[in-house]
């Protein structure tokens, strides 16, 4: 599978310019360049019904900017006829429309916005190269194909994830300047800023503790709702009489109402779990690491109430992607010695975890319509 070989090929590419002394710099670079086209290029050669979004918007709005005569009427015509304001988004689709090849440079520019920001934030995070590779899988297995369907808002999550760096860092100005960056692409990334306040409350010293401890008695009852939505419990716990046949028809009816699924639940909660049972590791690598999992939590939460307010899985994306793919590599550089089987474990339920993510959701659902790969023809 075309997909499986670019994978490969990019992070055989980055593993070899990591490894090369930072006396060549020049051969370093060039590996880790080429290990950052692979995957955009194959993004630009694809085809035009490879992703969701590309008839619902990529593909008309390239069409309209390249019948526009100036920037000013394409913005005014994509508005009207799509209601598309993301500025960032309109002009670099107006940009590659004036320039050779335009259709192959619009795709793996817009690739490379994503990908590009978190790999420069997997460098910046990891200082070992075994934790760089890691992110790389976490992101191909993750990110990558969902960059096909939702393009506008993957952008703004690689810039919301390299904005995090700034934060923990207390680089003020350059956490709202990616913050800003990922805007101009979807307005969605503003929530950013609510991020930071929390991040600012929980870093503040004065914060009792007993408002940490609620955010991790909010997730013990995420837990335990997500249990009691499985149908199949319930009806064990029905023959066995522990529920009543009218609570269980009513638990039943409710979870149908409810957004519980795999990624928003069990998926999530499994990360969390990782993230404190490695909390030690994390926080000696990453500052107020508690910081990260309250985040997270938070996240979670959010993520549960798709069905009741529009959007608000969208919005928990940026409790979640970018810690996802900050923390979750840190776990990968644990040694593996004697009596220490909680960082093999972590590890290989980590690969399993994404593995099954994308065999699941990308190769058997085909949730982004994102399979086959089909090369584009004129």
């Known amino acids: 599978m075309v997909y499986l070989l670019v994978f490969f090929a990019s992070s055989l590419l980055c593993y070899i310019g990591l490894s090369i002394n930072n006396k060549h710099r020049i051969s ?5 360049v080429l290990s950052v086209v692979f995957p955009c290029a194959l993004a630009g050669l694809r085809g035009d ?10 593909v008309p709005t390239y069409k309209m900017a390249m019948s526009s005569d100036s920037f000013v009427e394409f913005c005014g015509i994509v ?26 440079v619009l795709l793996a520019s817009l690739e490379a916005l994503v990908y590009i920001p978190i790999f420069v934030s997997l460098l910046k995070y990891n200082k070992n190269k075994n934790s760089v590779i890691f992110g790389q899988f976490i992101f191909f297995s993750f990110l990558y194909n969902a960059s096909y369907n939702m393009v506008r808002q993957s952008i703004a999550l690689a810039f919301a994830t390299l904005s995090i760096f700034y934060l923990i860092h207390r680089e003020k100005l350059r956490f709202i300047l990616f913050v800003a960056i990922g805007a101009l692409f979807h307005y969605s990334a503003f929530i950013l800023l609510g991020i ?16 940490k401890k609620a955010f991790l008695a909010l997730i013990l009852v995420v837990a ?4 009691m939505n499985s149908s199949s419990l319930l009806r064990v716990l029905s023959i066995t009489g522990i529920l009543s046949n009218k609570l269980t028809s009513s638990l039943n009816a409710w979870s149908r ?57 969208r ?35 980590i690969f399993c975890l994404f593995t099954i993510y994308w065999v699941w959701w990308i190769g058997i659902l085909n949730y982004h319509d994102t399979l086959p790969y089909v090369m584009f023809t004129e």
Do not use: H
């Open 79 to 104: 508005a009207a006829k799509l209601r598309i304001n993301d500025i960032g988004y309109l002009f670099i689709t107006y940009l590659a429309t004036r320039l050779p090849n335009s259709r192959f």
């Open 49 to 58: 019904y490879i992703g969701t979004d590309m008839q619902i918007y990529v």
């Open 315 to 349: 919005i928990a994306y940026y409790f979640l992607y970018p810690i996802i793919f900050t923390v979750l590599p840190q776990i990968a550089v644990e040694k593996y010695r004697r009596g220490n089987a909680k960082a093999m474990i972590s590890q290989w339920l």
């Open 196 to 211: 930071y306040l929390i991040y600012q409350l929980y870093s503040d010293k004065r914060i009792s503790k007993s408002i």
């Open 28 to 32: 370093k670079r060039v590996f880790l």
């Open 257 to 313: 109402d409810a957004d519980f699924s795999f990624v928003n639940t069990f998926f999530y909660l499994t990360i969390y779990f990782l993230m404190y049972w490695n909390r030690k590791r994390i926080s000696s690598l990453v500052p107020l690491e508690k910081a990260y999992r309250y985040i997270f939590a938070l996240g979670i939460i959010v993520s549960q109430v798709g069905v009741y307010v529009a959007f608000a899985d």
């Open 224 to 227: 335990a709702i997500t249990v």
